[in-house]
């Protein structure tokens, strides 16, 4: 089956550093990635959606400025968080859409653990 | 974007069907009803999904309203692998700034009992 990787699984960073969270499909190609954030025993909320070779695309109230993306191949969308503070501590978790299954099924990556000190 | 209402909670019994119900009274005629689902610390994970007739996979059956104004995910015998949060969520079919996102609400969780 299709898989989604991230790198890294958790990451802990001093406040004001910035912190790139990768997300890849290892065996499929992808021209739509989107990533999402998840806080403690809440739902996630969408945050972005990345297109291969365009500027995403960001939801209502998320700073594109702070959360930096770039989906530069067809397999591989990196997530920069640009001078992180304590409340960008979160789970992020990105997907990932097979070019040839249409929109049917999205496949989620494990989720990176940010923890901002 | 069209919004589901599901119960916060259910529990269920070893290797006994469970029945997760969703409401979607404002589902417009070309949202497809898609059900994922996630475990504790990790990823969600596609469980199923359909437009206006009930599906059956290898995870899951999905049961749909004549209306399409609710549908059940419908696991036939539960595992205590299936412990976790079941997500019911309507997805814009092709065209327009929605297609392809999906808006997760706060779900079901199921806790399965040995």
Same mark, same amino acid.
């Given at each position: ?38 806080? #403690? %025993? ?21 700073? %594109? ?32 859409? #097979? ?19 | ?56 996979? !290898? ?8 209306? !399409? ?6 696991l036939? !015998?539960a595992t205590l692998r299936d412990a976790a ?5 309507? !997805? ?18 199921l806790?399965v009992?040995?």
């Amino acid at each position: 089956g299709a898989v989604v990787s991230q790198h890294p699984s958790r990451v802990i960073c001093k406040s004001g550093t910035s912190v790139k969270i990768e997300c890849r499909s290892l065996d499929f190609q992808a021209t739509t990635m989107f990533w999402y954030r998840q806080f #403690p %025993k809440q739902s996630l909320m969408l945050m972005a959606t990345s297109n291969e070779g365009s500027k995403a695309t960001y939801e209502q109230g998320v700073e %594109k400025d702070k959360f930096l993306i770039n989906h530069a191949s067809l397999t591989l969308s990196t997530l920069t968080v640009t001078s992180a503070h304590p409340e960008d501590s979160s789970f992020y978790i990105c997907s990932a859409i #097979p070019t040839s299954y249409g929109y049917n099924e999205q496949f989620f990556g494990p989720g990176t653990r940010l923890t901002v000190l | 974007d069209a919004k589901t209402t599901q119960p916060n909670s259910m529990e269920s019994n070893e290797e006994e069907p469970v029945h997760l119900p969703c409401n979607h009274s404002t589902i417009s005629g070309t949202d497809y009803i898609h059900w994922y689902r996630q475990l504790p610390s990790q990823g969600p994970e596609y469980v199923i999904h359909g437009l206006t007739s009930n599906v059956n996979n !290898r995870m899951a059956s999905l049961a749909i309203a004549e209306d !399409r104004k609710s549908s059940t995910l419908i696991l036939h !015998r539960a595992t205590l692998r299936d412990a976790a949060v079941y997500y019911c969520i309507l !997805r814009a079919s092709a065209g327009g700034t929605s297609y392809g996102k999906l808006t997760f609400g706060q779900g079901t969780i199921l806790t399965v009992h040995p």
